[in-house]
């Protein structure tokens, strides 16, 4: 998983530095984008009770359960006065089953599984590409090469400084962060 270093608000870049990832257990990792405010508390929220449940029950949830909680919460703050404005992508590797799994959350508390996802400005330009060169059965440094090829395009064509990208895998062994180097220069088309 991959997200934007930058935190902005509207066109101005308040850091560059931000992780808008959330570790929610040992195979399950969580990417956010929205309001400022709403994200950093929603994605703590779950991140508390994701944790909650795992010491109570001396287990961890799958992906599955763990992104339909997500949906459940999201689904009731909708039908509040102060409804959550933040996009999700929820990834992670069942436990059991050793299966990889990602999941699409919008503000609107739409789940859906899906091969590969974008959430914001990233989506329009992304997209396609994944469209065209994602494979079920791409290996770890293939799908690297994908990655590269989405960050090429955001930094050729994205009218923003995106800051970069931070990197996140998760396996079988847990989450890792990738080290990536975004210094490389892009010819525009």
């Not at 997500?70 to 992670?92: F, H, I, M, Q």
């Not at 996140?168 to 890792?176: A, E, F, P, R």
Request: charged content about 25%.
């Amino acid at each position: 998983m991959a997200a934007s270093k930058a935190a902005m608000r509207g066109a101005t870049i308040l850091t560059a530095t931000d992780d808008k990832t959330r570790k929610l257990n040992e195979h399950t990792l969580m990417a956010f984008s929205g309001e400022a405010g709403d994200t950093i508390q929603f994605s703590e929220l779950i991140q508390a009770n994701i944790q909650l449940y795992s010491m109570r029950n001396s287990t961890d949830l799958s992906p599955s359960a763990t992104a339909n909680f997500v949906r459940s919460e999201l689904a009731s703050s909708l039908r509040s006065r102060k409804p959550y404005t933040v996009n999700l992508l929820l990834g992670g590797v069942d436990p059991i089953s050793n299966k990889p799994s990602l999941y699409w959350l919008d503000y609107l508390a739409a789940l859906t599984p899906a091969p590969y996802a974008a959430h914001g400005y990233a989506q329009y330009y992304c997209l396609s590409i994944l469209d065209k060169h994602h494979n079920p059965e791409i290996d770890y440094e293939k799908g690297l090469a994908l990655l590269r090829m989405c960050s090429d395009e955001l930094k050729r064509r994205l009218p923003i400084d995106f800051k970069g990208l931070l990197v996140k895998v998760v396996t079988k062994d847990g989450i890792k962060d990738v080290e990536w180097d975004d210094s490389k220069q892009v010819k525009s088309a």
